[in-house]
Each structure stands twice: as structure tokens, then as C-alpha cells.
């Protein structure tokens, strides 16, 4: 089975600074992995997604992400954070050629001017 | 661009009672699924179904019935509602299961 840790369940950040949320998985099979933001009582959007090649997978808003095999590792950046990125991030993984995500706790980003 | 809807946005029920939660999606995706929403928990996957006519269990499946009898509807239904139910639901579509889009979300209090 797999699974998927988001090791900070809050980063308090200021303004402009640059932001890392992390994200780990487990599997022992090949996957997909995602991140949602959800904005205060709003459904999920898709922020970025590694399916196959470039490690380095640019999305939405200015945030990319390093997919790490090795570390088993795919963490959240962006070099200067606005006040309208705060929200909810999930970090998501899905097994390759099976139909379902599982989420990672969240991660509460909180942008302080 | 409806993409998925949901319905009803907010609800109260009282323990005991039944009700069905609404979801459309005008994508003509072939996977649809229901996933829980709990403070701190992340969301958890209740059913999910791969096409009209095929449901099947996800993580957190008790409690909770679901069917698809069109591409297009994939409502959930909470028979005999206890307070354990309260949380928000979330319904995703897909296409192949690798892009998953969500609804907005219907926030279901059981007291």
C-alpha cells in the first residue's frame, strides 16, 4: 500500500520569503505523485503533477517540485510567497495504472506580511 | 465550465436520519469517486467508482452506499446518520484515473 507523509503540518512564512513544504511517499511500485491547494472552504486544485521525465515539474502560481526517487521525496517550492498563497497544500500519490489518490495530513501555509 | 458539482453545499441532519449527497460532472470522465474530509486527516477515499454500472471501496467505506447508473451522476448515500459522519465530502472526477478534479466540497454536520 501507499502512503504519503507531509512532514510539517504548518510553515508560518513572510511575505516574499521562499517556502518549502515537504512531502514524502511510500510505495514499492512505480507512482504518480500531485499537489493540491485548497483555499479557506473551497475544493482541491491541482498545483503541479509528476507523471514521467523531468524530475523538476513546474506548476501553477509560481510553485515547482522535485520529484527525488531516491529519497523518495517530492517537496514544494516557490522562491517568493504572496499573501494570496495562503491555504491548505495536499501532497497526493497514486499508483501507476490504479485509479485512486491518497493524501498526505495537509500542510497549513500561513503568509505574514 | 460546470465540471463537478456537488449538492447539497451545507447540510444538518439528525442522528438517525438519511439523506443522499449530489454530484455531477460534465467531463465525461470515465472514474469518479467520494473521499471524506477531516481536520488534520488529510482526505480519506469512501468509494470510487470506474465507470456506469461498477462501484467499489475505498479506505472509510462503512456508513455510506453509493451507485453509478450514468457516466455523468455518482450520488452518495448516508443511511442511519451518526456524528462520526460529520465532516466535508468531497466529489473528484477523472479521466484514467490520473488527473483527479474535485468538487467544492458539501459540508455535512450530523448532530
Known amino acids: 500500500a501507499q502512503s504519503v507523509t507531509q512532514l510539517d503540518s504548518q510553515v508560518p512564512v513572510f511575505e516574499e520569503a521562499p517556502v518549502e513544504l515537504r512531502c514524502n511517499y511510500s510505495?514499492?511500485?512505480?507512482?504518480?505523485l500531485f499537489w493540491y491547494v485548497q483555499y479557506p472552504n473551497q475544493g482541491l486544485q491541482l498545483l503541479l503533477k509528476?507523471?514521467?521525465?523531468?524530475?523538476l515539474v513546474k506548476g501553477i502560481n509560481g510553485f515547482e517540485a522535485e520529484f527525488n526517487k531516491s529519497q523518495t521525496s517530492f517537496h514544494l517550492r516557490k522562491p517568493s510567497v504572496h499573501i494570496s498563497d495562503t491555504a491548505e497544500y495536499f501532497c497526493?500519490?497514486?499508483?501507476?495504472?490504479?485509479?485512486?489518490?491518497?493524501f498526505g495530513q495537509g500542510t497549513r501555509l500561513t503568509i505574514n506580511p | 465550465n460546470a465540471g463537478v458539482t456537488q449538492t447539497p453545499k451545507f447540510r444538518i441532519l439528525k442522528i438517525g436520519q438519511s439523506m443522499t449527497l449530489q454530484c455531477t460532472q460534465d467531463?465525461?470522465?470515465?472514474?469518479m469517486y467520494w473521499y471524506r474530509q477531516d481536520p488534520g486527516m488529510g482526505l480519506k477515499l469512501i468509494y470510487y467508482?470506474?465507470?456506469?454500472?461498477?462501484?467499489d471501496k475505498g479506505e472509510v467505506p462503512n456508513g455510506y452506499n453509493v451507485s453509478r447508473s450514468t457516466t455523468e451522476d455518482f450520488p452518495l448515500r448516508l443511511e442511519l446518520a451518526a456524528p462520526s459522519q460529520t465532516s466535508v465530502y468531497f466529489c473528484?472526477?477523472?479521466?484514467?484515473?490520473?488527473?483527479?478534479?474535485f468538487g467544492e466540497g458539501s459540508w455535512l454536520t450530523v448532530v
Open positions: 509528476y507523471l514521467s521525465g523531468s524530475t
Open positions: 510505495s514499492s511500485v512505480s507512482v504518480y
Open positions: 467508482s470506474v465507470g456506469a454500472g461498477i462501484t
Open positions: 467531463m465525461n470522465h470515465n472514474y
Open positions: 473528484a472526477s477523472s479521466y484514467e484515473g490520473n488527473t483527479i478534479y
Open positions: 497526493a500519490v497514486s499508483v501507476r495504472g490504479a485509479q485512486k489518490l491518497v
